[in-house]
């Protein structure tokens, strides 16, 4: 879990990726001489600060996006929203700009939501949780778990992958994600249209702590109900524990390769949370455990 | 009208547009031996479940979704919608998962809207409204006119089209339609940039039962007026009854080109229906008529 | 100002782009003699009514949309709205139809808007504001600033711009704006990924009258930030008196290059307006020579 936690503490809301996107280069420098395959790596030039790693003969392509929520601060300390992150009074945010590290409570007043801070902020200074990491025997809880628990996820299917796609995307908590042209990219180069997300989704009445890796079956966005099946199917003889969900609303990076230009036939598979968009997200290690071992039958499967 | 019912009575929420698909290439195959011109057919691997149909050098696409409005079985019997159906208790819904088939009523509870059955139905179930169709002198009336009969329009117009494409589409209802990447190939393959969008649309205070195929100025989107000008002024000199429609709700295919990254001049072209998005969807036959000859001449002189 | 004025004059709602067009076309073939470099221009097939100019070896590209905002006539002189536009009681609204002129103003009654106009307007017909032009010393008062104040920044940048992109972009105030296959134009044929957008913004607590061009860090939509402040940190050293902007609302042709299958990096520059989506759009002038100046430096340094 320590790499889960690094990866937490890193600054990294919906337009600012760029630092999560140098972390995992320089770890899979240091990594992936460990691998089963080594990756060809597409990145740079027309990526923006997204990331593709490519093993083997790939047929199916798994979508983590790096970004998180956040909060910009606007004129004399007010904030607004980076994506949808619960902004509760009293919530601590942290950030800098060009006079220092900046660290802060949510306070709001009638004409809108502020950051408690002795000096104004520059205009644009993107703000995040603050991370408090808590390890226990049953549950991993910081803010941020969604979706660095599904780049980790993608990090540890990549030490045994021999053929697949991973792409870390981003702007996918604030809309205008880059899943549909790095889904371009996948389908004109490789031929690849299967995708599975790698995300995380919520607790609810029908998915919880503990039971396995949720399989969802719809959210906001409705996959192809053929490829659903294949999915549900491997799951079931694989003997892993796993969830099926079903949900109207919510969505995620399979949304953005649906309204794209291209054929996408996708599914969201993730650990389930509590507290969501909070800095309080939390998951249980088993449905962690599950999630990793159904990717790595899916990714061999699919 | 019996190729009208057979179809409504398939079973293709949006997702689940196979059946349609499979119901249409059985037709094509039995019937094309009596058309004019023997289409080449595009579908399989990069289609999805949809289908594509080009008649000799094409000018204009006419698009017609496949799938249909419905509900999604989540957990306990709850409901959700696939699309905008109406979900007034009492209707009927149907569907079949692993244990059998399907029948129950909607029925509302504080915590939400479900199916009433005497066992715990699949999660993941898709369920669609129980047909009743009636067919009298001068109406059709059944759910799913939208866009069974859109659909049926465009095979009527395939019996003596010489040049031209017909789309099958999917997701029409739900949103992430694949007009867009249909498009795309589209354009491409045979730079055609003319659409027609073979659906139904509503009766109001100046679109009235018998008056003529609806053409639509205008809804939630804003086609071309340069092209919308062209296909009025075809109407106009055609002498069939036609009927000028603006709204600023309500979308189909037309939306999904003009938010794809292909230039598109779009015209929503059809029949009007009361009761929209229930189970008593209701057209005059005059309507119908209207529509399919006002197709033949626009496929001819657009 | 005279061009201007002209330009403010012409009747393009969103969908009707066309005049502009051809009044660009003509103001060019008469004006570009005296540019520095004489534009490659992309049009007619394939480009809807939208217009390119491509001078020299372009790195960057700016975006100013032709469309404004106006109305659609439905029936019996109901008003249904183009955009986002004011619709206080007592605008007046003018226009053309089949059978002559139109001018009249908006009345508000239970079932819906409409125009008081003594006869049946055909229904489609669109509807602009009624133009009163006012230039005093220090500002520029009238409808639709928004956006021909930012086509008028595009022409007088082309004067001097020896390497760079023009795009003349439609549908902007409606939604399925063009600017999305426009972008994919221009990145396949000239490697071309960066724009600035040149459209008008908001007068508001953090951006005044008169302090300058505003620069926004972000508005509904959020741009990469390692972008944005390559164009600040161009801006500060440039001299010119701007401000920075950041907005949780309101959107341009940003979004629509976001949200394309292309990766974009887009910053919106644009002077700001009091009196937004009226007829008394207020602009100072100060802010407009500084809009002027930061598009030259930014299209030369970027």
């Known amino acids: 879990m320590k790499l889960l936690k690094k990866m937490c503490e890193i600054h990294a809301p919906s337009g600012e990726e760029l630092a999560m996107k140098e972390f995992l280069l320089n770890y899979i420098n240091d990594n992936q001489i460990n691998w089963k395959v080594q990756p060809t790596l597409h990145h740079g030039h027309g990526f923006q600060d997204n990331l593709i790693l490519v093993f083997g003969k790939p ?61 104004e902020i520059d205009r644009g200074t993107s703000l995040t949780f603050k991370v408090d990491f808590r390890d226990t025997d049953d549950f991993v809880q910081s803010c941020y778990m969604d979706n660095r628990l599904g780049v980790w996820n ?23 994600g880059t899943a549909g042209y790095l889904g371009k990219f996948i389908q004109e180069k490789y031929g690849v249209m299967q995708a599975l997300i790698s995300d995380i989704t919520w607790v609810t009445k029908g998915v919880e702590h503990g039971k396995g890796c949720a399989v969802s079956l719809r959210d906001s966005g409705i996959p192809r ?24 609303a919510g969505g995620s990076d399979g949304n953005e390769l649906q309204k794209s230009n291209y054929p996408w036939d996708w599914c969201f598979v993730g650990a389930p949370e509590d507290n969501v968009h909070s800095p309080e997200e939390k998951v249980n290690k088993a449905d962690i455990q599950s999630m990793v071992e159904l990717y790595k039958v899916l990714m061999e499967k699919l």
Chains 1, 2, 3 share one sequence.
Do not use: C
């Open 225 to 248: 109900k053929s490829y659903i099946n294949k999915v549900v199917t491997i799951a079931k003889e694989s003997g892993i524990s796993y969830q099926l969900e079903v949900e109207d």
């Open 154 to 176: 993608s990090l540890e299917v990549s030490k045994t992958l021999e053929n697949g796609i991973i792409v870390f995307s981003s702007w996918e908590e604030h809309g205008g």
């Open 59 to 119: 047929r199916t392509a798994i979508f983590a996006h790096l970004d998180s929520i956040g909060f910009t601060v606007k004129y004399d300390n007010e904030i607004v929203k980076i994506g949808g992150p619960v902004s509760t009074e009293g919530i601590v945010l942290v950030g800098e700009d060009s006079k220092g590290k900046i660290e802060g409570k949510i306070i709001k007043k009638k004409v809108g939501m502020f950051i408690n801070f002795k000096r």
